[in-house]
T-cell receptor, first 113, second 114 residues
């Protein structure tokens, strides 16, 4: 079991460009979470899928962020018109359900210049 | 929404001593409290959790205590070893949240010295 896979590990974009981050959850896990980690804000919840269906995106900045899970083997987080304040480590986690251990991927470090 | 406060930002203990990290939460209905460890340059790794139906849980050298009245939970690491050095995050979930997303504390950097 390779664990949660995230690609790319590092991404550098220019201000205003688009960034797409990929996550492959652990096979058999029905829950997929996206979090963001920064020094200033700490760890913040962004969005959640259960059995591929979007359940809660209350943590997502509404205008430029979107997430999808087109099949059970991957989820994407897309940031349009990236801004310097979007620079962060974006973490994907999967679990067998709610309120159980979440397995985190290695993260994608996004740097917006 | 839920807020989790982690009281110690840094903690330094001698090898072999115990370390205690304290967290408080605001949502009375929260029911699931995991702890995660983050080593330098790495992602989060689950270490232990506790649910609101118990007030103590132990896994080897790790003990978690939960005081629901005070809305407080703590991680005790006994007989600390150098490899325990890392950032530890407490988190809370359940309660008024619809699903299982975690609300994290700001982290405690634990340094175990010889």
């Amino acid at each position: 079991n390779a664990g949660v896979i995230q690609t790319p590990r590092h991404k550098v974009t220019g201000k205003g460009q688009e960034a797409t981050l990929w996550c492959e959850p652990i096979s058999g896990h029905s829950a997929v979470f996206w979090y963001r980690q920064t020094i200033v804000q700490g760890l913040e919840f962004l969005t959640y899928f259960r059995n591929q269906a979007p359940i809660d995106d209350s943590g997502m900045p509404k205008e430029r962020f979107s997430a999808q899970m087109p099949n059970q083997s991957h989820s994407t987080l897309k940031i349009q018109s990236t801004q310097p304040q979007d620079s962060a480590v974006y973490l994907c986690a999967s679990s067998l359900g709610d309120w159980v251990e979440q397995y985190f991927g290695p993260g994608t470090r996004l740097t917006v210049l | 929404g839920e807020k989790v406060e982690q009281h110690e930002s840094t903690l330094s203990v001698r090898e072999g001593d115990s370390a205690v990290i304290n967290c408080t939460y605001t949502d009375t209905a929260s029911s699931y409290f995991p702890w995660y460890k983050q080593e330098a340059g790495k992602s989060l790794h689950f270490v232990i959790d506790i649910r609101s139906n118990v007030d103590r849980k132990q896994s080897q050298r790790l003990i978690v205590l939960l005081d629901k009245k005070a809305k407080r939970f703590s991680l005790h690491i006994t007989a600390t070893q150098p490899e325990d050095s890392a950032i530890y995050f407490c988190a809370a979930s359940g309660g008024t949240q619809v699903v299982g997303q975690l609300t994290f504390g700001r982290g405690t950097r634990l340094q175990v010295y010889a």
